[in-house]
């Protein structure tokens, strides 16, 4: 097991910020953290990588418990702190060797491995530069290097692909999954499309509290959310008629009419989640003598869930 | 303790000190005051003794009071700002051994300011006779006062993301400490020597005659200790 969390709670003077949650993260997981702002994500990475102390319950990586074995814990991780500190007036290439001569990098491999950082994270072009001078892109990616470079088995990453072009999300996301093969991963973010690309595991946390956790298919078919089918039919029929009769149907909670544009009617039918409303619907259009231009079914997505959770 | 980590971090900040103009207006106007002030009593007084340059009121007051605020004001407190001690707090790197990392490195850069004061003695000692102790005991005194002012420096900076008001704070206790000696003679004589123990310039002006005593010698490592100490405290208050 390399993380376990144990009723960890965080008060800031009287102010909680995590309140109770305990977890455990195996080594070939990427976590991810999911939460609106002020959730207590930051925190509780902020306690699992030694900086702040827990004000009660646990938090074990690798066995080494974060406050007695505090410099044990660090020799095993790799962290990318929120917003990405750095020293502005170092090259990178110093950077990293300083990164790794702190971490305990043995000596005959310092270049070795500051090399294979450099490259690993496509910093070749810039490894002789200020790091105050890079772009955003390339100063997260000088981060990740630095998280990196001691071959950590826990990578914890606060909101990793923050500032990056949409390019660059993907080669990072594609790095994290690679990494996340023979590493425990846990990394926090505000996209939701990023856990669905990268996780395979989330926690959802809001206010302190961790109010899901699964794989993102399981929070998926967990969801009290409902499907959606958008209906557009040509206006030549009797709307109120088809309104009635799409009503009747058994399993359909509403129907809203959205709008007409003129040559088509456009309606939302609201059903029972993981129910697929297409098959009936299209009987009743049928029935009514409409002609149906268009009909698309949308289950619930991780959005949905999230704004449930978190409201 | 890990003394490699403590080199990583020397060699790392005093770098960082030549990397930026900081160590340069240091060195550059500390050596045109002290060489002015040097050719003044060399050649006016036509005294062979160095003994009115380290006794210099306003080189003290330069170099203890303005000078150290400045090398010192940004060593924790641009840390904190930029986020970077987060980064180092989290690797396996103790709080002390981070601290006499950034303090020593600062004492270095000191001790290099200072250095152009053996090439005046060489000079002293080519034209006219000059005793060695005093110079040498001089020398000592005044890198032991800075030792002081250093921690006093850094732990200020410890205490503020705001190199500035680290400035401004780390120049208002070192003057107080500074200045005290100075204004000894106002106090009633039954208090004096209690003043007179805790003020660096009494023991400075004991250790120029050339005596280097325990006394002044537990004062001050006892001061430096107090200052780190403080300092390791400041940066765990992170956890309170």
Redesign the interface.
Known sequence: MSIKVTNLTKYYGNYLAVDDISFEAKKGEILGFLGPNGAGKSTTMKIITTYLPPTSGSVEVDGFDVEDKSLEVRKKLGYLPELNPLYYDMIVTDYLEFIAKLDGVPRGEIKKRRDDMIRVCGLESVKHKDIGTLSKGFKQRVGLAQAMINNPDVLILDEPTSGLDPNQIIEIRNLIKKLGKEKTVILSTHILSEVTATCNRVIIINKGKIVADGTPQELQSKSKGQSIVTLEVKNNCDKNALLGSLKEIRSVNKVDFVKDTGDSFIFNIYGNHGIDLREVISGKVMLNKAIVLSMQAKQSSLEDIFRELTK | MNT??IK??FS?EL??YF??PIAYIVMIVFMAISGFLFSMSFFQINIASMREFFGSFFIQLVLFVVFIPAITMRTFSEEKK???L?????????DIELILGKYLSALTLIVITLSPTVLYFIIIKMIGPIAFWPFVTSLVGYILMSAFFIGIGIFVSSLTENQIIAFIISVLISLFFFLLGKLLIVFPVSVVSIFEYITTDYHLSNISRGVIDTRVLIYYFSMIFFTLFLTKVSLES??W
Do not use: A, D
């Not at chain 2, 987060?86 to 103790?94: A, F, N, Q, S």
């Open positions: 490699q980590n990583t971090i790392k770098k960082s990397n930026s930029q986020g970077t987060e980064l180092l707090l989290t690797k396996p790197v103790t992170r956890k």
